[in-house]
């Protein structure tokens, strides 16, 4: 049987295909990026900075490469105050870092949490 139908069976039986450490940091940056961009308006600019809200009432979250997460104030305020560390990050080693082809990405805080646990089994599994 061919591989690619071998593969589509499996996938089908939901059996899991075990992937390599390189692919499953490949997908974490892709499935990151992916994220990102649904906050992107056509005029480039991100959908969660509202500057017609009170600073206080949109607070914007960064996750970073290394998986910190960081807190400020939005609406017109955003990039003009104290940036806040929201949590540290789970990942130091640079051999790793590599693979994340983003500085840090604008997402609502859950997505932040979700995709730094994520680096952190990561880590866990990895190092």
């Excluded at 390599?20 to 992916?34: F, G, H, Q, R």
């Excluded at 994340?100 to 997402?107: D, I, S, W």
């Amino acid at each position: 049987m061919p591989k690619n139908i071998e593969l589509h069976k499996l996938m089908n039986n939901n059996i899991k295909i075990k992937m390599s450490a390189t692919e499953e940091l490949i997908k974490l940056n892709n499935d990151i990026i992916e994220a990102s961009k649904k906050y992107i308006l056509p005029n480039n600019t991100c959908s969660l900075i509202n500057s017609e809200e009170s600073p206080n009432a949109n607070i914007i979250y960064h996750l970073y490469s290394d998986g910190e997460i960081t807190s400020q104030k939005g609406g017109w305020a955003y990039g003009q105050r104290s940036v806040f560390t929201s949590a540290s990050r789970v990942i130091y080693d640079d051999e790793i870092k590599k693979y994340f082809t983003f500085h840090y990405v604008v997402l609502p805080y859950e997505e932040c949490r979700e995709f730094r646990e994520r680096m952190s089994r990561f880590k866990c599994n990895h190092t």
